[in-house]
């Protein structure tokens, strides 16, 4: 069973060294119901590593000081969540590619010769849960993702980079839609666009994702009569005790295949413990603990 060292710290960054123990945290605000900690403290277990890793609730003017003090105090790592992914990344010395493609940074590790480093790992997060755990494949698969966000932008580099068939990116204010769409073509050869949910009537698709947050508050995205292939994977990027109203509607559908967004989360976790440690975590016991601590 999986340690229940969640905790909340609000106040000041000296346990970074006070505690012995190399220091890693996540940074957001809301924090308290944060995963992370648990998640790496079973990576540690795993891995024999001695490291403390907290939940740490940021207020949303001191973001940039707080992450500094950290490092300054001996902190070795940080990951960042909602709502400060962007912020992290403008305060970046250096930054990966697929960081700079989301516009936005999970992962902070601080620079040998000072400053810091950043980088983002929930796009491979989803995409090794699509692939290693789920066995989906998503090369030359007619792709639909829902959602014009940060979560979706966050995502779509290493989704590309898997060579799916085409992607189509819907969203409820068509513009931003286009605008992901039109930023994220690159080089690359795949047909990408963007457009509003009732342009996909009659259309087929052989994997869809739902990156909105409209399953926070019981919704679906207005979808019109769409057809699903009949190998088409359903992926919802959250997560919930129980099936979430995508996965409801994908079920529905009969849809082949249909996940939440667990795996994504343990996964982005595992490459950020691999970035910092060199060593990457075996997941499927760490998604299968935590899958049985949520439904408790
Ligand atoms: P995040 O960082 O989680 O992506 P966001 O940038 O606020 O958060 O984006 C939320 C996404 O969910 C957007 O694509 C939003 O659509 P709009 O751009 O039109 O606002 C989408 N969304 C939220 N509630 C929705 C709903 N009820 N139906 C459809 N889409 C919804």
């Known amino acids: 069973?999986?340690?229940?060292?969640?905790?909340?710290?609000?106040?000041?960054?000296?346990?970074?060294?006070?505690?012995?123990?190399?220091?890693?945290?996540?940074?957001?605000?809301?924090?308290?119901h944060s995963k992370s900690p648990t998640i790496h403290a079973a990576f540690a277990e795993q891995t024999n590593d001695k490291l403390i890793y907290r939940a740490v609730r940021v207020e949303l003017d001191n973001f940039e000081s707080r992450v500094r003090s950290f490092f300054a105090a001996g902190g070795l790592g940080l990951n960042i969540t909602l709502p400060f992914k962007a912020r992290a990344i403008a305060?970046?010395?250096?930054?990966?590619?697929?960081?700079?493609?989301?516009?936005?940074?999970?992962?902070?590790?601080?620079?040998?010769?000072?400053?810091?480093?950043?980088?983002?790992t929930d796009g491979v997060g989803m995409v090794r849960d699509m692939v290693a755990n789920q066995g989906w494949t998503l090369a030359g698969r007619r792709t639909l993702i829902m959602g014009a966000g940060g979560a979706v932008r966050g995502v779509l580099q290493p989704l590309l980079n898997e060579g799916p068939g085409s992607v189509v990116i819907a969203n409820r204010t068509t513009e931003r839609a286009e605008r992901l769409a039109q930023d994220c073509r690159g080089d690359s050869n795949i047909d990408v666009s963007g457009c509003g949910y009732?342009?996909?009537?009659?259309?087929?698709?052989?994997?869809?994702?739902?990156?909105?947050?409209?399953?926070?508050?019981?919704e679906l995205p207005p979808l019109p009569s769409i057809e699903?292939?009949?190998?088409?994977?359903?992926?919802?990027?959250?997560?919930?005790?129980?099936?979430?109203?995508?996965?409801?509607?994908?079920?529905?559908?009969?849809?082949?295949a249909v996940t939440d967004g667990l795996g994504m989360l343990v996964e982005q976790a595992a490459e950020s413990f691999y970035l910092w440690r060199g060593k990457r975590p075996d997941t499927a016991a760490v998604i299968h603990d935590l899958r049985h601590l949520l439904s408790h």
């Open 198 to 218: 009732e342009a996909l009537e009659g259309q087929t698709f052989d994997l869809i994702i739902n990156g909105t947050s409209a399953g926070l508050s019981g």
């Open 228 to 256: 699903l292939s009949h190998r088409c994977c359903c992926y919802d990027m959250v997560y919930a005790a129980e099936p979430t109203v995508f996965m409801r509607w994908s079920a529905a559908q009969a849809a082949w």
């Open 1 to 32: 069973m999986l340690a229940q060292l969640t905790s909340e710290i609000t106040g000041s960054n000296e346990d970074a060294v006070s505690d012995s123990r190399p220091g890693y945290a996540v940074f957001g605000n809301p924090i308290k």
């Open 91 to 120: 305060m970046a010395d250096e930054c990966t590619d697929r960081a700079s493609a989301a516009g936005a940074a999970n992962w902070l590790m601080p620079l040998e010769q000072g400053g810091i480093r950043a980088d983002n």
